[in-house]
């Protein structure tokens, strides 16, 4: 059964700070309920462009998005990348207290609020938006990076590292092996081994893109590591100590 949980969101988060550059319109308002929540995702996941196709050529600045959690403060990373090179071009951090408990399926009401204050920081409009989390790969197909896609309206994905929903055939150890995964007869993304005998990365479409997009963008911001670049980055800038 869902919690009943509401939060109250902050003055300076239900409000947020929207750079014009972006020309960002809020969505919905943050006070809600985890019922409320669930009714949301249902309505937004048919707002989702699944079906672009992005060429590899034109792209070039890529975000990696990621928060960090510890004692019940959350801390988002934007990290814009050039593309192909990977060369750092800003980042960002921004901290607020967790606003939203930890339930399964609702970790955009958890995060998002903090990667927004996160972006209000930020000079340049990404290309893509490549997130820590899932996209289409979830029970109501409205995954972190279809959310926050959707609230940015530019093209992201999601690169998850454990499995959430769904199942998928075996893989070959190969870098590169890929199979769909599937959840109630339908594809909502893939398992992608991004090096030779390391676990799968999980990979779907966030916003305005469409999943071939998705594992391509992926592959090439694979170096020598089984997280992709961006990611990888703002991972470690996420998780940093703060500096004194």
């Known amino acids: 059964m869902a919690s009943p949980y509401i939060w109250q969101a902050p003055f300076y988060i239900s409000s947020p700070k929207i750079k014009p550059t972006m020309n960002i319109t809020p969505l919905h308002d943050w ?11 249902k309505e937004l996941a048919g707002q989702v462009v699944d079906d672009f196709h992005l060429p590899l050529s034109a792209i070039r600045t890529i975000a990696g998005v990621d928060v960090s959690v510890k004692d019940d403060v959350s ?4 990290v814009i990348l050039s593309f192909p090179d990977f060369m750092v071009i800003e980042s960002a951090r921004a901290k607020l207290p ?8 609702l970790l955009s009401f958890r995060e998002i609020p903090v990667i927004l204050r996160a972006f209000e920081e930020i000079q340049t409009t990404p290309d893509v938006l490549m997130v820590d989390g899932m996209g289409r790969i979830h029970p109501r197909k409205l ?6 896609g959707l609230w940015l309206n530019l093209p992201s994905l999601g690169v998850g590292k454990t499995p959430f929903i769904g199942t998928h055939a075996p893989l070959s150890p190969d870098k590169g092996a890929m199979s769909q995964i599937v959840y109630q007869d ?20 966030g ?16 170096t020598k ?20």
């Open 186 to 205: 339908e594809v909502l993304g893939v398992a992608l081994r991004t090096r030779a005998d390391v676990k799968p990365l999980y990979i779907s479409v």
């Open 31 to 41: 006070n809600l309920t985890s019922q409320q929540a669930i009714a949301l995702q």
């Open 75 to 78: 801390t988002a990373a934007i």
């Open 225 to 244: 590591y089984r997280q992709p670049e961006p990611i990888r980055h703002a991972h470690n800038t996420a998780g940093r100590a703060d500096e004194s």
């Open 207 to 222: 916003h305005k893109l469409d999943l071939d997009s998705a594992v391509a963008i992926t592959l090439a911001c694979i």
């Open 98 to 105: 967790t606003p939203f408990p930890y339930i399964p399926g």
């Open 143 to 148: 995954g972190i990076a279809c959310h926050l």
